[in-house]
């Protein structure tokens, strides 16, 4: 249980992620609401469609505890850390020291796991140290295909740990590790939606996740079916079944090809996008990201505080050619870009405003947070003012967006935001 010190952490940052998500601004106020955080890039399977098979040379190796240690000890306020890797977590042997140093600043953990280590000893281990959630890899709901899918797995080992599991969390009357299997579909196994629902079921497992599967590869581009009508039909096939066996079922879009500039219907629009705004991927060796999409490396989370590396040059960059209205090419075709309004801003400044006159938060707190409140809804008067939105500024904009190289534009965007 989270103390009332760090509980209060959430709160407020929970109400300045609340104003981040205006979009009025590139700069940051929260600390991020989930962190990604990349404890292992080893992992002993060989999956034909992940990104470990062909990259070259691939991570391979666990994050340094101790920097993850300094680093954790400035996460208080940061709802959830997910700690994952493009590898398999229980292979770092420290695992549960990550879990722990998580749970003393108040932030709940979650994994993703190919469930293969999880005998009676990972169970009762998993089950002690508290952690919240655990997402079990599988993209098959029968041995053959799960054995081509998840090369070096095997069905029959990986369904019966998850039993085990189900099962000592049942005789613990514990709610804890909420448990989900997750699923990336391919044309491979579209097919197989519904069948997967009803494995989970079988299994005692009540949450399933759909997602796209992102080509490693432009080579791989036709296993990728996102948004077909194939994908809707075993999707809604899916859902049915859920509801018929109570069993929660969601789908995870993806850009399943962000190397392509996609043209958008709002170009020039003020953008946002709740991912580059409250979420942060922290790579092995420290170095963070934008978002799992941009290949580009920020700084370093060992070198410098979150709120430091959220605001760091490279970020408010990448955020300011949202909000100027130039997404880059990874942006264009993801689901989660997001054309900012003067109604969507307003819905998100009255929520503010309810959460500060409904919290048990200090006065002295309540009054800081009112006055951030004053200073957003004047910088949504001046965003959204008659002057602001001219036809002539949005034909300036597109005029200078063929003309300017987008590399020149985001360095003259970052000068002037610094000033």
């Given amino acids: 249980m989270r103390s009332t010190e760090y509980e209060r952490e959430r709160q407020i940052n929970q109400i300045l992620m609340d104003l981040d998500l205006t979009y009025l601004e590139p700069q940051i106020l929260a600390l991020p609401i989930q962190a990604w955080v990349r404890i292992s890039t080893a992992c002993d399977l060989r999956c034909p469609l992940c990104e470990r098979q062909h990259v070259t040379p691939v991570d391979s190796g666990f994050m340094d505890f101790e920097r993850f240690a300094q680093m954790a000890a400035q996460m208080a306020g940061v709802h959830k850390a997910h700690l994952f890797g493009l590898g398999e977590p229980f292979l770092n042997k420290r695992f549960f020291d990550y879990v722990e140093r998580c749970h003393a600043v108040g932030v709940e953990v979650s994994t993703t796991t190919h469930a293969l280590l999880i005998d009676d000893d990972l169970t009762r281990r998993i089950l002690d140290s508290g952690m919240e959630e655990i997402a079990i890899s599988m993209d098959a709901a029968e041995p053959e295909l799960f054995g081509r899918l998840r090369a070096g797995a095997d069905f029959d080992t990986v369904c019966r740990n998850v039993k085990r599991l189900v099962q000592l969390k049942q005789e613990r009357r514990s709610p804890l590790p909420d448990l989900l299997i997750c699923c990336t579909v391919s044309s491979e196994n579209v097919h197989q939606l519904a069948a997967m629902v009803e494995l989970a079921d079988r299994l005692g497992v009540r949450r399933v996740s759909f997602g796209d599967l992102m080509a490693p590869t432009r080579e791989h581009e036709h296993y990728c079916v ?59 060796q420290g170095e963070t990201k934008f978002c799992c999409y941009i290949k580009e490396r920020c700084p370093s989370a060992f070198e410098q505080p979150f709120e430091q590396v959220m605001n760091s040059e490279e970020h408010v960059r990448m955020r300011s050619e949202l909000t100027g209205g130039d997404p880059r090419t990874e942006c264009r075709g993801c689901p989660y870009l997001f054309v900012n309004s003067p109604e969507h801003v307003e819905r998100m400044l009255s929520q503010v405003q309810r959460t500060i006159e409904h919290s048990a938060l200090p006065e002295n707190n309540r009054d800081r947070l009112r006055q951030l409140l004053l200073s957003y809804r004047e910088k949504a008067r001046e965003r959204f003012s008659p002057a602001a939105t001219a036809s002539g500024n949005g034909l300036f904009r597109r005029l200078a967006r063929r003309i300017i190289p987008t590399r020149v534009r985001s360095a003259i965007r970052s000068i002037l935001s610094s000033r």
């Fill in 226 to 284: 996102s948004g077909s009508p194939l994908v809707e039909e075993h999707f809604q096939k899916a859902r049915t079944r859920g509801d018929e066996l109570g069993v929660e079922v969601a789908y995870f879009k993806q850009n399943t090809r962000p190397w392509v500039r996609e043209e958008i219907a709002s170009e020039g629009k003020a953008y946002g996008c709740a991912m580059a705004w409250t979420n942060l991927v922290v790579e092995r």
